[in-house]
């Protein structure tokens, strides 16, 4: 299983170094896993696998950039389908 080592700002479902995840994220390694990330004015809500396991109010500015990751290069991350709609 991944998705619970390492530090818990840094974890799947995590607001990268501001809010860790509050619901367990264990994802099973080789297998899809359904990432709904919603960022509607200043609250960002993470959903996984149809669990909410983040929901954060930002004080941040409203507009960026949306990046993809993996921590090392021995990670080996794939994403499929990916749909990134305007919000009204």
Partial sequence: MAGTEGHPLKLTGAIYDLQAPFAPTQVQIGAWNDLVVEANGTRIKVTLNGTLVNDYQSSRQQSGYIALQA?????RT???????????
């Fill in 71 to 75: 921590h090392d290069f021995q990670s």
């Fill in 78 to 88: 794939q994403f499929r389908n990916l749909l990134i709609k305007k919000l009204p």
